[in-house]
């Protein structure tokens, strides 16, 4: 898992990229390829 500033250019990787907020944080998560997994905070 990625630890990045922002987040919006992993979200723009693949068209599956969702960006969910848990626990103050802000994740990019992706069903179809686990690979793009981000968080922010």
């Known amino acids: 898992m990625k630890v990045r500033n922002s987040l919006k250019s992993l979200k723009?990787?693949?068209r599956d990229?969702?960006?969910i907020r848990r626990k103050g944080r802000v994740?990019?998560?992706?069903k179809t390829n686990p690979r793009f997994k981000a968080r922010q905070g």
């Open 17 to 19: 990229c969702r960006v």
């Open 12 to 14: 723009r990787r693949h």
């Open 27 to 30: 994740y990019v998560i992706n």
